[in-house]
């Protein structure tokens, strides 16, 4: 297998891969880099057909991209009680994912929680609750969003556009803890930073 073959691969296999996205911002920029290689592999190998249907999916997905970082959305938060039957439902629909970030949560966990639905142009797309046990300090228990919309917007709404959710109710202080390194990622992004006495324990001071 020579290079010219490496890059033809390469193409083919970033444009698959781009087809598994459940986030459309994602899926864009992956198809855009897997196009963008494909098109380079039909200039190298004298392809025009290639170049030419790969280069006109790169412009879609460019005018795509540019269209998407210039669409405002509109964003609210809605307080939920925890034996809402929509709450329950919503769960319930997304149990499989909501497991793959939060190993072991069940309902029952919410039963004195604070719940929060993360509304994004008036669709449900996240849920957040918290309890707190000691005075100042949230106990993250869930925070968990919608595949198609982890683009962190949601995040930056929550925790940095109405961090007075928080501090109405006196709170200073967030604490997450979890196992799961994709979620622990999100978390350090958000800035909280790991307990070093307990790896899995995450503070974020507000």
């Not at 994912?97 to 929060?116: M, R, V, W």
Request: contains cysteine; negative net charge.
């Amino acid at each position: 297998m020579d290079w010219i073959e490496i890059v033809g691969y390469t193409g083919s296999v970033l444009v698959a891969v781009s087809l598994t996205m459940n986030n459309i911002w994602r899926l864009r920029w992956i198809n855009l880099f897997g196009a963008g290689t494909f098109a380079i592999y039909g200039l190298l190998t004298k392809t025009y057909p290639v170049f030419a249907l790969n280069g006109f999916i790169v412009a879609i997905d460019v005018y795509y991209l540019f269209k998407m970082s210039r669409e405002k959305d509109f964003f609210t938060l809605e307080s939920v009680a925890a034996d809402s039957l929509f709450l329950k439902k919503f769960l319930d629909y997304h149990a499989s994912d909501i497991q793959s970030f939060f190993p072991g949560f069940s309902k029952e966990l919410l039963t004195n929680a604070e719940c929060i639905f993360v509304l994004r142009n008036l669709l449900p797309v996240g849920v957040f609750a918290y309890t707190v046990d000691v005075p100042g300090h949230a106990t993250i228990l869930m925070d968990y969003v919608r595949p198609e919309y982890r683009d962190f917007k949601n995040a930056h709404f929550l925790y940095q556009q109405h961090s007075e959710v928080f501090s109405e109710n006196g709170i200073h202080t967030l604490v997450a803890d979890s196992e799961v390194k994709a979620h622990q990622q999100y978390l350090r992004k958000l800035g909280f930073e790991a307990d070093f006495s307990r790896e899995i324990h995450f503070i974020k001071k507000l």
